[in-house]
């Protein structure tokens, strides 16, 4: 990549990351249950990760949720680390997918497998940590499955993965047009290796979960 390209990738990620924000901050959907909050932040996060690669993905959505902490969220650290999960496994199933071959069918496969990757890891961090933010037996949280958290993320992801595939050709299209997107995005090599570090990624991550849910039931935690 050249420095032009460089500065250029950096200008558009700023610009996507800026925009991710602005949708965190001002087209919120808070209280949904009375815990839960919707906003598109992951539409854009997204749309970045399919134009750039997943890791810049999984970066923009830590500077976004790391800025909703200090702005608007209520929920500190926990809050931080169940927003980033949720739009990091959602962000990073998809892009990862969709970069193995960049179609339309491989968009729409690494979405849903997005949305049902995020689904389960929510309802696993849900039971892990929800009882410590808000004082609730885990049976609780348990009840709570079937009524809300299921409900409320499937439809978010839904709607997430219908907004991108509804604006990311026109997208594509505008950030070319500005310059800032060339028309060969980023090489296979690039993304073998990006795609080999939000494998590991993912998959340290499902080892940590499954082993603190083990510790749950064993009444270690």
């Known amino acids: 990549m050249t420095n032009s390209n460089r500065a250029k990738t950096i200008c558009s990620l700023a610009m996507l990351t800026a925009l991710a924000v602005a949708a965190d901050l001002f087209l919120r959907l808070p209280n949904i249950s009375g815990f839960l909050t919707y906003e598109p932040k992951d539409v854009i996060l997204t749309i970045g990760a399919f134009i750039y ?14 800025v909703e902490m200090f702005t608007v ?62 004082g609730v037996p885990r049976e609780a949280v348990l009840a709570m499955f079937p009524t809300v958290l299921i409900p409320f993320n499937a439809i978010k992801a839904g709607l997430n993965s219908a907004l991108v595939l509804f604006l990311y050709k026109g ?30 990624v993912v998959s340290a991550l499902l080892v940590a979960t499954m082993l603190l849910v083990l510790l749950i039931f064993a009444g270690i935690l």
């Open 53 to 66: 690669g997943p890791v810049y993905g999984l970066v923009m959505a830590l500077i976004t949720c790391t």
């Open 73 to 134: 969220s209520t929920t500190g650290p926990i809050g931080l680390l169940m927003n980033f999960l949720s739009s990091a496994v959602f962000i990073g199933v998809s892009s990862v997918i969709y970069h193995r071959k960049k179609t339309i069918s491989r968009a729409i496969i690494g979405l849903v497998s997005g949305s049902l990757s995020m689904i389960v890891i929510m309802l696993l961090w849900n039971y892990i940590m929800t009882p410590i933010y808000m």
């Open 171 to 200: 997208a594509v299209t505008a950030l070319r047009k500005s310059g800032l997107v060339a028309e060969r995005e980023s090489s296979d090599n690039e993304n073998k290796r990006m795609n080999t570090v939000i494998i590991a």
